[in-house]
């Protein structure tokens, strides 16, 4: 990737981190970035083309950090590592978390394209859980149904961190983790 387009990419998110998507010009980008106006538009061809290899970008990224070593250990400590990474990333206030909020739910940017690069990213994920269920512990559900119960909540208690609007203790976190772990599994699984 060009060093440019990547500066290009990181002002974009950090000014809407600060000053939110109406916020964002090309003029404010290229001062951010330190380059010319004009070589924006050899990277992108306009502001929304911008927001969304941006939100590529922002997955990728955060698909990398989020399954590292998502293939050791059980099911049960694969499923807990991720979470727990989940909640950490979701409560830091860095521009990637202030500036994703903003523009996930732009029409723009939730496309087939982007549904199919999220799934590709985070096929890990869903490998988890499609091994789950192959061995008869985790509810017979789409894995994205299975994601919905399990791994939003980590994202929602980061958030309310985030905001300042609830403390947490960390094993307060831990048993929410164990909490959505179990909310998965076939009953029979969840006595043990």
């Not at 990728?60 to 727990?84: C, M, N, P, S, Y």
Request: aromatic share 8%; with cysteine.
């Amino acid at each position: 990737m060009s060093n440019k387009r990547d500066l290009i990419l990181r002002a974009s998110e950090k000014i809407i981190a600060s000053s939110g998507i109406q916020g964002l010009s090309m003029q404010q980008v290229a001062n951010e970035a330190g380059v010319a106006a004009g070589t924006i538009y050899r990277y992108f061809k306009d502001k929304n083309e911008l927001i969304l290899e941006l939100r590529k970008d922002v997955l990728a990224q955060v698909a990398a950090h989020l399954l590292a070593d998502h293939q050791q250990g059980t099911l049960e400590q694969r499923f807990k590592r991720i979470w727990l990474r989940m909640h950490h990333f979701g409560k830091q206030r860095s521009p990637t978390n202030l500036s994703y909020e903003q523009y996930a739910h732009l029409p723009e940017s939730n496309t087939e394209e982007i549904r199919a690069l999220e799934f590709t990213l985070f096929a890990p994920l869903h490998q988890l859980f499609e091994e789950g269920k192959a061995a008869g512990v985790m509810q017979p559900l789409n894995s994205r149904a299975l994601y919905a119960l399990s791994m939003e909540p980590a994202m929602t208690l980061a958030r309310t961190i985030r905001r300042g609007l609830i403390q947490y203790e960390t094993h307060e976190i831990e048993l929410v983790c164990d909490l959505c772990w179990k909310s998965i599994l076939l009953p029979t699984q969840s006595t043990h």
